[in-house]
């Protein structure tokens, strides 16, 4: 196993140097991850990963090719070839809890124009989808009502036996609806019964400084500084990243509550939330970096954010609605993003990022390469037990004693 000890944080380029938060010193003690295993498979960037179980989880990219490994030991399982051109998307088509069989799918698309079904548990390709016009970009499942999107120049609607579905046609009595961005700054709402548009914001950049206290002077503003690179949300927050930015934006309180605007020296491409209100997020720059959400009591006379998440019409209230927000908002308490750890390990982009729990946290990134990264006081003390174990079973425990 490859040891490596995360070290002290690397220069700040830029703007980045008036933030305290863009370094962290050598002592990290709230980062755990301090092993990692170094995987080679791919020969070309590494763009996805998807989580097929406990302990499995599958890498795609530039150079076609879909790999499955073991999260707990970094193990090669099956390496699956049918493409002819980089993979564009790759999701997990969950069994249904009334099947019988439980196989999880596979599914992956394209610039080849293809989609391919496969089999996570033999490798096999179980069907192959060859009538799309354009390069399929994006691919979700909506498993309430078994049905899966293909997203590029058209969107459509695909059943389990991949039956092309009329996308006028009611699939189910529920409310419900997704969301999809775009890089240059929209996002809109559909709803997933009609398959119409519930909602369209672009205005979510707000150059004006918030909750950042330092000024910024910039000659223009980029398309990467407005560009909703990703987004995930729980019950409520939805944590966004746009441009070097993070944002977490409270849906009952109608507000962002916390940002860093600097909170990478490159474009963030991936972000995801942890258990005790952490989150983690992966840039252009090579970076990875842990972050904790913390409160704070906001004084009454500091002006309360607004900009930025005016989605779904938040942010858009009467008059007569306005006053109790405003009073809500002025004793309300408001958060800081506190970088507690800084992963350095890639040598290149930092695609994106699958969280496992004990097993640890993948990265994979444009040098080729995906990195395991391990709880180091965790795996030292597996070491230690199966050292025990073994001396146990051959008897050199007792000797010893």
């Known amino acids: ?93 969950p069994s249904l809890e009334s099947c019988e069989e439980k196989n999880q799918l596979i599914l992956t698309a394209s610039a080849d124009r293809r989609v391919i079904v496969w089999d996570s548990d033999t490798g096999r390709q179980v069907q192959r989808i060859s009538c799309f016009q354009s390069t399929v970009k994006c691919l979700t499942v909506l498993q309430r009502l078994d049905v899966w999107l293909s997203g590029g120049n058209d969107l459509c609607v695909w059943n389990r036996k991949l039956d092309l579905l009329c996308k006028t046609g009611h699939l189910s009595d529920t409310d419900l ?6 890089h240059i700054g929209e996002l809109i709402i559909w709803d997933a019964l009609d398959w119409t548009m519930q909602a369209y914001e672009r205005n979510f950049w707000d150059p004006s400084p918030q909750l950042d206290t330092q000024q ?25 990243a746009v441009g070097r930015g993070l944002y977490v934006y409270n ?20 972000i995801a939330k942890l258990p005790n209100r952490q989150l983690i997020s992966c840039s252009e720059d090579g970076s990875v970096r842990i972050w904790e959400l913390r409160e704070k009591q906001q004084l009454a006379a500091e002006p309360v954010p607004t900009g930025f998440f005016n989605m779904w019409g ?52 444009a040098d080729h390469l995906i990195i395991l990264w391990k709880n180091g006081e965790r795996e030292s003390g597996l070491r230690s037990l199966r050292l025990f174990q073994k001396l146990e079973e051959n008897g050199d425990l007792y000797l010893a004693v």
């Open 1 to 93: 196993m490859l040891r490596w000890l995360i070290g002290g944080g690397r220069e700040p380029q830029g703007l980045a140097e008036k933030s305290p938060l863009q370094t962290i010193g050598e002592e990290q003690t709230q980062n755990p991850y301090t092993e990692l295993l170094v995987l080679k498979a791919h020969h070309d960037i590494v763009r996805f990963l998807v989580q097929l179980d406990d302990y499995r989880f599958a890498s795609a990219g530039d150079d076609g090719i879909v790999v499955v490994w073991n999260a707990q030991t970094g193990e090669k399982l099956l390496e699956l070839n049918g493409h002819t051109q980089k993979i564009t998307a790759i999701i997990t088509f």
């Open 216 to 240: 910024e002077i910039k000659l223009c503003q980029k398309s990467n500084d407005i560009s909703i690179h990703h987004f995930t949300c729980d019950e409520e927050n939805v944590f966004a």
């Open 251 to 270: 849906l009952h309180m109608k507000r962002v509550i916390a940002c860093q605007k600097t909170a990478h020296d490159s474009s963030v491409l991936h």
């Open 314 to 365: 938040f942010g858009r209230v009467n008059k007569q609605a306005s006053q109790p927000v405003k009073k809500q908002q002025e004793n309300a308490t408001s958060c800081s993003l506190e970088l507690i750890g800084d992963l350095i390990g890639h040598s290149s982009s930092v695609e994106m990022f699958l969280y496992f729990e004990d097993h640890g946290l993948v990265t994979c990134s």
């Open 177 to 182: 609806s997704f969301v999809t961005g775009s």
